[in-house]
């Protein structure tokens, strides 16, 4: 496990990641432009979009049923769990705690896709239907995250009714605001995701031709630039979670990594490969800083961002980008 620890650490991708970071670190006046940041994450999400979708026309539905019902398992369980932490142990107030499990429930296209080049790089194969997982994963803990919000509105409006005048208040009744909705389904990363999932599907192999020499081809270059704007980010994002205490601190390594190895298990239930069970885990593993932020942003403008982003950008992305990809591989070797 250090060997391969030591070999992603030196993967181009990671080291402009820490250049980054030092960068920060070192009171640089460099700065990422933001028009170029934002293209390149656009560009991630449409070539993992179309390279899922590609590889998803070739299989039938029967041979990705139980991998998709891991990955919404997942997505479900996981906001769930954190939520559940946060509230008991950590003693988190309820907004601050919806806005973390939505943003840990959701997953980082840009984990999984350094995740998917260090498989590559090390000639492991996965099954190439784990691009559309990456869709699948974002929706269900969004979703549940305001779920969960508007059940504990519920309860609490309940409980001060019972307070006040000694009788129970109507029972819990659950809606979604038209906002609400939009932002979880027309939001960008999964609005660019699942259509360019939809548009592999539909021009198939014989299209692949056509998008390759840009959206497969330039893939590792284009994240590697991306990952330095990203270690720009957790650099600036870091300074600012310290503030937050110890607890929250070893949150966001301690579980993504409880995460990550039901990940792995529940890959392995699914009938995955090594690589494949090894993504699966990435994705439970990893927190969301665009999709999931965007639609808390909406839904719990209350929610500090310094907190569901620090933690996600400042501490869990470079963990996961450093130590717990070749963590959860070494698991799901070890395991297999």
């Known amino acids: 496990m250090l060997q391969m620890v030591i070999e992603n650490l030196l993967n181009p991708a990671v080291l402009f990641f820490v250049l980054g970071m030092v960068a920060v670190a070192l009171g640089s006046n460099f700065t990422f432009p933001k028009a170029l940041g934002e293209t390149l994450s656009l560009y991630l999400l ?93 929706i269900p803990a969004i979703l549940i995250a305001l779920v969960l919000l508007e059940f504990l509105k519920g309860r609490n409006t309940e409980e001060a009714s019972v307070r006040k005048v000694g009788i129970v208040a109507p029972s819990f009744s659950f809606k979604l605001s038209k906002e609400q909705l939009r932002e979880c389904f027309l939001g960008k990363s999964i609005l660019l995701l699942a259509g360019s999932l939809v548009i592999g599907m539909i021009i198939g192999l014989d299209g692949k031709p056509l998008i390759q020499p840009l959206f497969i081809d330039l893939y590792p270059s284009m994240l590697t630039l991306f990952l330095l704007n990203m270690g720009l980010i957790a650099g600036q994002r870091l300074a600012v979670v310290r503030k937050h205490g110890l607890k929250l601190l070893s949150f966001a390594i301690f579980m993504p990594i409880i995460y990550g190895v039901l990940g792995v298990f529940v890959g392995m239930a699914c009938g995955l490969s090594v690589g494949g069970a090894t993504l699966m885990g990435v994705l439970a593993a990893s927190a969301s800083y665009i999709a999931a932020p965007a639609a808390m942003s909406t839904s719990v403008p209350d929610a500090n961002p310094s907190i569901y982003l620090g933690l996600a950008l400042g501490i869990t992305f470079p963990f996961n980008l450093t130590l717990g990809i070749p963590i959860f591989y070494s698991i799901a070797q070890w395991l297999y």
Do not use: H, W
Request: proline share 2%; net charge positive.
């Open 46 to 138: 449409i070539a993992i979009g179309l390279k899922g979708g590609i590889e998803l026309s070739q299989f039938s539905i029967t041979e990705v049923t139980k991998p998709i019902l891991g990955t919404i398992f997942l997505g479900t369980l996981t906001p769930i769990l954190t939520l559940i932490y946060l509230r008991k142990v950590v003693k988190l107030d309820t907004k601050n705690a919806i806005a973390l499990a939505a943003t840990y429930g959701s997953v980082s296209i840009v984990t999984y896709g350094a995740a998917a080049a260090f498989l590559e790089n090390r000639a492991v194969n996965y099954e190439a239907f784990m691009n559309a997982m990456v869709v699948l994963m974002e």
